[in-house]
């Protein structure tokens, strides 16, 4: 693959669409493999006892929330250098990238203060102290990989505005792979180690962060095609402005990212009341929405990426249609997706769960998984296209009102107090809420992305 820096990149629809598949696919595979991790730390912990399944189910929640909070700020790298690349400031890359450094090592104190002092949080939630203290140990091994976790997000954030993205498959196959022996062994004790339980499975997130962090910069260091960018020469300590900016950009960022994340988390603790098999039927689909999430995700990052470097280069129309064909593009597959899930609903469920009465709870969920996988393909797209025009505080907003407003409390409404529902309380209730919050994220985003759009297109010099 050439240098993006290079060479202007066509205009085509036929080309846009070929670049933004080219850069989806690896994205795609990367966060694949990352979901697998996580999957095996559940397997390997509930093999070893139900209380350290417990711990880690709490502990990887908690870690997960904080992670996407700082490594969501982090994305701010990746607009950032990618407007940059678009308008060939190719001195600027390193200064931007550096400073990205900076922004994650500041970021792993108050991360690592927050993994190791959750006691609050598990007091307030009424954890048994016996999970409680599971969940503990495993937070404070994972707070031991945080900083190495962020320095490899920017470096994933600064592979993705470059173009390079095939490199964070290939580091995610080789963390992945190392991950799953050795969580295993950790937890269960192999090799003459003493059995460590769930902590086990934080201590091997831990140390393979860190062989991340070092796989990246081995490639940032060894791989030729960076050496233009002198990537570690000069180094800079760390600049306010710069910091700043970065700051500015990422916050809204992070915090959308939260937002969206922690909205399935908190559903999952309203709708506990509802019984065991309501919960597990609900987290079903939740499992579902995460895996299909993947899709447009990979998709809306290189939109985000192609989006800036188009706004870079000030070559408005090809943002513009490079927004507009990541939004159809994202449609296309959750539609295909959707008929699929539609077709193969009865044995995934199946799949998912033996209890009878789970897979009802969860087959009736279904339709509103089909329609709220299509409006999230679609508002997604549209969120991370406004982030590579640099747009980030506003959508901070929608997103909370979305999924925080329309979603939790219309979803909670719904469910508990819609007359309909007051002698009959449903789950269903938070999933109609989560289709009309999409909805409406969708419509607010796609009416901002098309103003912003076009005030670039007519404020453009030159422009008729």
């Known amino acids: 693959m050439s240098d993006p820096a290079a060479s202007p990149p066509a205009s085509s629809s036929r080309a846009i669409v070929a670049q933004l598949l080219h850069h989806a696919w690896p994205v795609l595979i990367a966060q694949l493999l990352s979901m697998t991790m996580m999957v095996a730390d559940t397997v390997i912990a509930g093999r070893y006892g139900t209380e350290d399944l417990a711990g880690v189910a709490i502990g990887s929640s908690y870690y997960i929330s904080v992670v996407m909070l700082l490594t969501g700020t982090l994305q701010a790298v990746a607009p950032t250098i990618a407007h940059h690349v678009g308008a060939r400031r190719q001195e600027a890359i390193a200064p931007a990238l550096q400073q990205g450094?900076?922004?994650?090592?500041?970021?792993?104190?108050?991360?690592?203060?927050?993994?190791?002092?959750?006691?609050?949080?598990?007091?307030?939630?009424?954890?048994?102290?016996?999970?409680?203290?599971?969940?503990s140990d495993y937070l404070a091994a994972t707070a031991l990989g945080l900083p190495a976790l962020l320095l490899y997000r920017t470096?994933?954030?600064?592979?993705?505005?470059?173009?390079?993205?095939?490199?964070?498959?290939?580091?995610?196959?080789?963390?992945?792979?190392?991950?799953?022996?050795?969580?295993?062994?950790?937890?269960?004790?192999?090799?003459?180690?003493?059995?460590?339980?769930?902590?086990?499975?934080?201590?091997?997130?831990?140390?393979?962060?860190?062989?991340?962090?070092?796989?990246?910069?081995?490639?940032?260091?060894?791989?030729?095609?960076?050496?233009?960018?002198?990537?570690f020469h000069a180094w800079q300590r760390p600049q306010g402005k710069p910091l700043g900016q970065l700051l500015?950009?990422?916050?809204?960022?992070?915090?959308?990212?939260?937002?969206?994340?922690?909205s399935f988390t908190l559903i999952a603790i309203l709708a506990a009341r509802l019984g065991t098999e309501t919960v597990a039927g609900h987290r079903v689909i939740a499992n579902f929405t995460g895996m299909i999430y993947m899709l447009p995700l990979s998709l809306s990052i290189a939109t985000m990426v192609l989006v800036g470097q188009a706004a870079g280069a000030q070559d408005w129309r090809r943002a513009?249609?490079?927004?507009?064909?990541?939004?159809?593009?994202?449609?296309?597959?959750?539609?295909?997706?959707?008929?699929?899930?539609?077709?193969?609903?009865?044995?995934?469920?199946?799949?998912?769960?033996?209890?009878?009465?789970?897979q009802a709870v969860a087959l009736g969920l279904v339709v509103w998984l089909l329609l709220y996988q299509c409006f999230d393909a679609l508002q997604t797209v549209a969120a991370?296209?406004?982030?590579?025009?640099?747009?980030?505080?506003?959508?901070?907003?929608?997103?909370?009102?979305?999924?925080?407003?329309?979603?939790?409390?219309?979803g909670y409404w719904l469910s508990f107090h819609a007359p309909w529902r007051v002698d009959a309380?449903?789950?269903?209730?938070?999933?109609?809420?989560?289709?009309?919050?999409?909805?409406?994220?969708?419509?607010?985003?796609?009416?901002?992305?098309?103003?912003?759009?076009?005030?670039?297109?007519?404020?453009?010099?030159?422009?008729a």
């Not at 994650?104 to 609050?120: D, F, H, K, R, Y």
């Not at 902590?199 to 393979?208: H, K, N, P, W």
């Not at 539609?342 to 469920?349: E, R, T, Y």
């Not at 670039?456 to 010099?461: K, L, T």
């Open 155 to 231: 470096f994933y954030a600064f592979n993705n505005a470059v173009g390079r993205p095939r490199v964070l498959m290939v580091i995610s196959a080789i963390v992945m792979s190392t991950h799953v022996p050795l969580a295993w062994a950790l937890t269960n004790g192999a090799f003459g180690l003493d059995p460590m339980g769930g902590m086990g499975c934080g201590l091997s997130t831990a140390l393979v962060n860190w062989l991340a962090c070092g796989c990246g910069l081995a490639y940032l260091c060894l791989n030729p095609a960076y050496r233009p960018y002198r990537l």
């Open 425 to 463: 309380p449903s789950v269903a209730g938070f999933w109609q809420a989560c289709v009309i919050a999409t909805l409406a994220a969708t419509l607010l985003f796609g009416t901002m992305l098309r103003g912003v759009a076009r005030r670039h297109v007519r404020d453009a010099p030159g422009a």
């Open 101 to 135: 450094f900076w922004l994650a090592l500041l970021l792993a104190v108050p991360g690592v203060a927050l993994m190791l002092s959750p006691g609050w949080l598990l007091e307030l939630a009424s954890v048994p102290a016996a999970v409680a203290a599971k969940a």
């Open 384 to 410: 991370h296209a406004l982030r590579g025009y640099k747009v980030t505080l506003l959508p901070m907003v929608v997103h909370t009102f979305c999924f925080w407003g329309i979603g939790l409390v219309g």
């Open 320 to 358: 513009q249609r490079t927004a507009r064909l990541g939004m159809k593009l994202a449609l296309g597959f959750a539609l295909l997706i959707g008929a699929l899930l539609w077709v193969l609903q009865g044995p995934l469920v199946a799949f998912s769960s033996a209890d009878p009465a789970v």
């Open 248 to 262: 500015r950009l990422g916050l809204p960022m992070g915090l959308s990212t939260f937002i969206d994340i922690s």
